[in-house]
């Protein structure tokens, strides 16, 4: 199954919000923090960006206006474009200003994540990882525990998000496992066991201090970037949101 990736950030947005629906606008006003209010939008940025590549849409802010991304009652994105269901399954992720957005055609099971690469405490492992992935940190060196960490707690996230809980579901009822041995270049492929029935097949990518991951049910292939247009990331662009050329 095609898998398409979209990463941006906060210096992607345009300051104005034209490319937003009405109803997108509305629940923008109605945050109180600056930090969410930012996350919001450079979540919906990304997202947009990304659709309008798959679904042929011209990315100008007039017809970003018209793809609107609503939540339905499990938290998970879903996208309307014209009023109409479009015909594809996404997942958003946002972390220091970077987000990421995957986009499949179809309803499918989809989830992606970053994680900061960070230290965390033996009581956050022993609270939120199985035994088995305790072991894998346990056995990792100095230098890879990190990064280690960071993607196991990425790629739980986005387990947790394709089963549409998110963090609702205890993090000890899926395991993360390597499918090849742990390496911090390309995209390398990973599962996520949920029960014995449920497995999803995905993929991660340390990059930049940031882990990124994607599983899926289909299994997806190795994910596929999306390129932006030149043209819209020059002097057109700024034109058309009314700045300095």
């Not at 209010?37 to 947009?48: F, M, P």
């Not at 309803?107 to 965390?120: A, I, K, M």
């Amino acid at each position: 199954m095609d898998v398409y990736w979209l990463e941006q950030t906060e210096m992607d947005v345009p300051p104005e919000n034209d490319w937003l629906s009405e109803s997108e606008i509305l629940c923008l006003d109605r945050m109180r923090f600056a930090k969410r209010h930012d996350d919001w939008r450079l979540g919906r940025w990304t997202a947009k960006r990304a659709l309008a590549l798959r679904l042929g849409v011209p990315a100008l802010p007039q017809m970003l206006a018209k793809i609107e991304i609503s939540s339905a009652p499990s938290g998970a994105p879903t996208v309307f474009f014209e009023n109409k269901l479009a015909a594809v399954t996404i997942s958003l992720s946002h972390r220091n200003g970077r987000a990421v957005c995957a986009v499949a055609r179809g309803s499918v099971q989809l989830g992606c994540d970053l994680e900061r690469t960070e230290p965390h405490s033996d009581a956050f492992i022993a609270d939120y990882f199985t035994a088995e992935e305790q072991r894998l940190v346990v056995e990792a060196s100095a230098v890879d525990r990190p990064p280690l960490l960071a993607l196991l707690w990425s790629a739980k996230e986005s387990a947790l998000k394709a089963l549409h809980t998110g963090l609702r579901l205890d993090t000890r009822l899926v395991t993360v496992r390597l499918v090849d041995a742990f390496d911090l270049n390309g995209w390398i492929p990973l599962r996520v066991h949920y029960r014995p029935a449920q497995v999803f097949h995905g993929w991660w990518r340390h990059k930049d201090g940031t882990v990124r991951t994607l599983v899926a049910n289909p299994s997806p292939d190795l994910p596929i970037l999306l390129e932006l247009p030149a043209h819209f990331s020059d002097c057109e662009s700024r034109c058309a949101y009314k700045t300095a050329c």
